[in-house]
């Protein structure tokens, strides 16, 4: 059971916005930036927003993120079929022993 | 260009221990804070442990207290995790990573604990 709460699915057709949620706490996402990741099949991770809603060189300005209170979302417009994937949020988290947070992964599918 | 190389995965048996290694270029290794996060086949990702830009401070989750260790050494550019006690439920893909949240991250080692 992930500290950070992402539905185990989503899915579109090519040309569709598509939104990815994350769900946390005040301890985490709260109080706290978030990250995304996107990851192809057999492959590492790959760093997609980070700050919330910021992008690195070189990630389409297809790709976007946004916070509200303990939760997160990551959006992708204009979907196509290489967005098929795996999408991880993260966070630190200030709880006792509990210091960087993942969710469970959410598998999308571009139909 | 930022690369991570991890090595050291392989076949062990539960109770074994094994060392990993992450060679790290295309940046100023020192001055960051670098991690390991595992992923267990066919399961999302999980943070293991991270370490301060001189070692002075080490975290790591729960579940490895005790039994891992994170290690640097600064003049070889290198990333360690010397993994003691080994269980099943340590079979993953080990990947090193850079900083807390990771921005940058290396293909990942397969470890299997299996009899």
Do not use: H
Not at chain 1, 57 to 67: A, H, I, L
Not at chain 1, 88 to 104: E, I, K, P, R
Not at chain 2, 25 to 52: C, D, H
């Amino acid at each position: 059971q992930s500290v950070l709460t992402q539905p185990p699915s989503a899915s579109g057709t090519p040309g569709q916005r598509v939104t990815i949620s994350c769900s946390g706490s005040s301890s985490n996402i709260g109080s706290n930036t978030v990250n995304w990741y996107q990851q192809l099949p057999g492959t590492a991770p790959k760093l997609l927003i980070y700050s919330n809603n910021q992008r690195p060189s070189g990630v389409p300005d297809r790709f976007s993120g946004s916070k509200s209170g303990t939760s997160a979302s990551l959006a992708i417009s204009g979907l196509q079929s290489e967005d098929e994937a795996d999408y991880y949020c993260a966070a630190w988290d200030d709880s006792l022993n509990v210091y960087v947070v993942f969710g469970g992964g959410t598998k999308l599918t571009v139909l | 260009e930022v690369q991570l190389v991890e090595s050291g995965g392989g076949l062990v048996q539960p109770g074994g221990s094994l060392r990993l290694s992450c060679a790290a270029s295309g940046f100023t290794f020192s001055s960051y804070w670098m991690s390991w996060v595992r992923q267990a086949p066919g399961k999302g990702l999980e943070w293991v442990a991270n370490i301060k830009q001189d070692g002075s401070e080490k975290y790591y989750v729960d579940s490895v207290k005790g039994r891992f260790t994170i290690s640097r050494d600064n003049a070889k550019n290198s990333l360690y995790l010397q993994m003691n006690s080994l269980r099943a439920e340590d079979t993953a893909v080990y990947y090193c990573a850079r900083t807390t949240i990771p921005d940058y991250w290396g293909q990942g080692t397969l470890v299997t604990v299996s009899s």
